[in-house]
């Protein structure tokens, strides 16, 4: 027998147990696979389908919405609803939290925030999308789950991950025992352990971030990036710059390289544009946990107040030491 360990072998037999789980949290991780499968067979022949191009609906967040953001909305809230695991669903593209009123999903002990499409506007131009998702504790005594039970800090967050739909499709994610990923094997349809205890290397040579915004930038950021830019080869600058305009992608690529992901404030985004609940906390959790660092160029992501469901966030992310003194020259420290 080959050593394959599937995702879901993984998660019960090799997953470190939970004292107050009996088996949810791993039948709701199956759950998300499902529904990355059948997403990622849509992604694959988006080109030969009617789901390419806007649905023409905007979003909460004033974005045009393209097909291809509802289609995996409408799996993922699905596929939660149909495994009775979770009570509630907080989506980027839904304004409010929506709850599943199954008689099984009312007394659900899990919450899941999910960004369903992350990276757009990269679907029709065939460029790597992915889903990223993060599962919180019930905390509410009520009878009625509500937005108190999502707006809970990133430091609560149960598991946390993302799906890339790249050159392969894999699954990351991490219970706070580390990261691991897995690859998509569609000749047997299983996501099987691929990339075991993940860890992000110290240092590297790759930024990321969005230089068209330049001018808008903080003055610790412009400063960090012409740091970056600067010839000096005990420090193997000039980094690389990567942008891929996914930030999926854009960090999966920094987990494996090494690398720093900033999207900072900038006049289009006071707030920066990336969201607290659905994007920086669930990737926050992810990097710290492969040995990363994740703040909002002050502060550490995970410890941030949550207010709001759709509230936004700065975010600088990645190898440790690229985040630190991107940092020192967010604090005017050379
Ligand atoms: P989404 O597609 O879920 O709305 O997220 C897009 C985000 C993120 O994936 C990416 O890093 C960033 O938007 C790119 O923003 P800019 O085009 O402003 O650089
Ligand atoms: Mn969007
Ligand atoms: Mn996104
Ligand atoms: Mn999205």
């Known amino acids: 027998m080959n050593n394959i360990i599937t995702l879901g072998q993984f998660i019960i037999e090799k997953q470190a147990q939970f004292p107050y789980a009996k088996g949810e949290l791993s039948r709701l991780l ?55 695991e979770c009570c509630i669903v907080a989506s980027e593209e839904n304004e409010d939290i929506i709850r599943i009123d199954s008689a099984v999903s009312k007394s659900a002990r899990y919450i899941v925030a999910i960004d ?30 509500g937005l108190p039970d999502v707006l809970q800090k990133g430091t609560e967050q149960v598991a946390a991950g993302y799906i890339i739909y790249g050159s392969s499709t894999m699954l990351v994610y991490t219970t706070g025992h580390g ?69 999926v992608a854009d960090l999966h690529r920094n987990l494996i390289k090494g690398g720093i992901f900033i999207y900072p404030n900038t006049a289009a985004a006071p707030s920066g544009k990336l969201r607290l609940v659905y994007e920086c906390n669930p ?22 107040e949550v207010n709001q469901l759709h509230q936004r966030s ?19 420290n050379k």
């Open 30 to 84: 199956r759950d998300i696979g499902i529904a990355a499968k059948i997403v990622n067979r849509e992604v694959n022949k988006a080109g030969l389908m009617d789901i390419l191009g806007s649905a023409g609906s905007t979003n909460i967040q004033g974005e045009s919405q393209q097909k291809l953001d509802v289609y995996a909305n409408t799996q993922f809230i699905s596929a939660l609803t149909s495994g009775g």
């Open 116 to 145: 369903p499409l992350d990276g757009s506007s990269n679907i029709d131009v065939n460029v790597p999308v992915g889903t990223i998702f993060s599962i919180y504790r019930r905390i509410s005594k009520e009878s009625l789950p």
């Open 179 to 247: 990261v691991n990923g897995f690859t998509l094997d569609p000749s047997i349809g299983e996501f099987c352990l691929s990339h075991p205890q993940m860890k992000i290397p110290e240092t590297g040579t790759i930024y990321s971030i969005n230089e068209g915004n330049y001018v808008h930038f903080p003055e610790g950021v412009k400063q960090y990036i012409k740091y970056c830019q600067v010839e000096d080869v005990k420090s193997c600058r000039p980094y690389s710059s990567r942008y891929i305009g996914s930030m």
């Open 283 to 304: 990737l926050a959790f992810v990097v710290e946990q492969a040995g990363g660092r994740a703040t909002n160029g002050f502060s550490r992501i995970l410890d941030l």
């Open 314 to 332: 700065p975010i600088f992310i990645g190898s440790n030491h690229m985040v630190m003194k991107a940092e020192a020259f967010m604090a005017g």
